[in-house]
């Protein structure tokens, strides 16, 4: 039997109770179909074929994960900042003894080659341990000194918050999420994507093994206009941390107004990655072909744009396009597939329509630009390379989310920063030089929230993570994470000595 046969043998076993029975919504320690009775039908990406049904929630659904999160919040708020980092830190432990399961469904759900999802229940886990140690000091304020005052500051969790997540990488980016929530003290409901739902189901079940109390972790599946709105709109959730698409961002700040949300928005990019003559041309290359065909292109950090320099340019084009026609795409299952289906029909058509596009305006098609027929019914797209664009079309400006990269040619580095800058988003650069001085000066000049010099994107869990323009407001990892999960309180203490203005005296 080959790997692949292996790996969708074992995987049929994790998915048949998914297939037998809809998945529900885990409210208040316990799972429910909701009151509707109404399912929609989760679809695998490589055949077509139903992975099972999943409730669909309404705002009945809504309203009672937010109660169950309010209504359990004192006590997790409460809890020791060392019993916390316990019950997280076991959740981890349960999160790696599910590893081979969460990655084999994973891959299957939302079409990511098997070779990048294996780690994730690991790099999951890796989350929850970072910030269970950070649960123990989540509260340290500050003391600050006037002459006859000391104020202190004093942190404490916001309350009980909304996580909606996208279908792309739905299980890391949900870690990245709860984890921090949770370890602030904070309650949650969950909102998954619809497309990709099953590895949430996953992470609720481990909730409850880790021993969170009931109610602390809430999770309700359906749609976003009506379970994701609801939730931003809820009076008890404080907070909406959310990853997705930029208008369904500025649709959530609108939804929370009324209730005054905090809002964390991680959305889009068209992220550049900009080679300079005088890069490392092997690393570059790797780490170009890398950023943009791993994870089927369906990453927000992404370099879908790839600004090569005049000098370079003929060389490094040739070795990429080899590169890009030798991608092995296939079933996610597959161990030697780099570039699996993507993750619905839906976003398959939307991917595809920009290969229409590139043509009219005036791009070369380098490499790819058409569906996989050999591959079947699945979501397969051909690896795809558009050269000779320019940064106006829209090959160049719209987020395609696929294994698409856009080459655009520039002479001198102030043309690279001001083609790199010349976009709505503002996510990740990446820079291919060996001149320091001009990496200092791309460090300060480039408008992204995150800039990778000589590197693909490396998670640095203590580092901020997020973006500017219309990529987002607000970061994720280490203390950023709880700037936004917590909210501070100054309280000030007088020395007894200072005059306390008299009236009326
Ligand atoms: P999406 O915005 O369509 O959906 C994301 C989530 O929002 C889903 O759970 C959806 O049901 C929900 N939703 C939809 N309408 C809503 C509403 N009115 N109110 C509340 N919730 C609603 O995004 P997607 O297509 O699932 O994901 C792809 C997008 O996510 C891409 O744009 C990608 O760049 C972005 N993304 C960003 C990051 C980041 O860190 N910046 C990471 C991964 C993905």
New binding site residues.
């Given amino acids: 039997m080959s790997d692949l046969q292996q790996n969708i043998q074992q995987a049929n076993t994790y998915l048949q109770r998914f297939k037998d029975n809809t998945t529900g919504h885990y409210i208040n320690g316990e799972w429910t179909l909701g009151t509707s009775g109404k399912t929609f039908a989760n679809i695998s990406p490589a055949d077509q074929q139903p992975l099972g049904e999943i409730a669909e929630g309404g705002e009945v659904e809504v309203n009672r994960a937010c109660e169950a999160a309010q209504d359990a919040f004192v006590e997790w708020r409460d809890m020791a900042g060392a019993e916390r980092k316990n019950i997280l830190n076991r959740l981890a432990d349960k999160l790696v003894e599910r590893a081979d399961e969460i990655a084999l469904v994973e891959s299957t759900d939302c079409g990511q080659a098997i070779r990048f999802m294996k780690q994730a229940a690991v790099r999951g886990a890796a989350n929850f341990r970072f910030f269970a140690d950070k649960a123990v000091e989540a509260k340290d304020g500050q003391a600050l000194y006037q002459s006859e005052h000391t104020n202190l500051t004093v942190r404490s969790p916001i309350g009980p918050v909304g996580v909606?997540?996208?279908?792309?990488?739905p299980f890391m980016?949900s870690t990245w999420k709860i984890a921090p929530a949770l370890a602030a003290g904070c309650t949650i409901v969950h909102?998954?994507?619809?497309?990709s739902p099953l590895s949430a189901a996953i992470l609720a079940e481990v909730s409850a093994e880790a021993g969170l109390p009931a109610g602390v972790w809430n999770m309700v599946n359906g749609?976003?206009?009506v379970v994701?709105?609801r939730?931003?709109e809820h009076p008890a959730i404080k907070a909406v941390a959310?990853?997705?698409?930029?208008s369904?961002g500025s649709?959530?700040m609108e939804?929370g107004a009324a209730t005054l949300k905090r809002i964390h928005l991680?959305?889009?990019?068209k992220n550049p990655v900009i080679v300079f003559d005088d890069a490392n041309f092997e690393r570059a290359l790797d780490a170009v072909v890398f950023m943009i065909y791993s994870l089927n292109g369906q990453?927000?950090?992404s370099s879908s744009r790839l600004l090569l320099q005049s000098g370079i340019r003929e060389r490094f084009l040739e070795a990429l396009k080899k590169r890009v026609e030798n991608l092995t795409v296939g079933h996610p299952l597959d161990p030697n597939t780099e570039v699996g289906p993507l993750v619905h029909t839906e976003h398959f058509d939307k991917v595809l329509s920009y290969m229409e596009t590139a043509r009219s305006e005036g791009a070369i098609i380098a490499v790819g630009g058409q569906r996989c027929e050999e591959l079947g019914v699945g979501n397969y797209v051909q690896p795809t390379l558009f050269t000779e664009a320019n940064n106006q079309m829209k090959v160049a400006r719209e987020?395609i989310?696929g294994p698409v990269l856009t080459e655009i040619e520039f002479d001198t580095e102030e043309k690279a920063i001001q083609i790199a800058n010349d976009t709505d988003y503002g996510?990740a650069a990446y820079a291919w030089t060996s001149d320091q001085a001009r990496s200092m000066r791309l460090a300060h000049k480039i408008e992204t929230g995150m800039l990778w010099i000589n590197s693909e994107n490396n998670r640095n869990l203590p580092s901020p993570?997020?973006?500017v323009k219309s990529?987002?407001i607000g970061r994720d990892g280490g203390d950023y994470s709880f700037e936004f999960y917590m909210e501070t309180k100054n309280v000030c203490f007088a020395h007894g000595t200072h005059r306390v203005p008299k009236l009326g005296a």
């Fill in positions: 909606i997540t996208p279908w792309n990488t980016l909102k998954p994507a619809e497309f749609f976003g206009e994701g709105k939730l931003s959310f990853v997705g698409e930029t369904t649709r959530i939804q991680e959305l889009g990019g990453r927000c950090t987020e989310f996510l993570f997020g973006g990529s987002g």
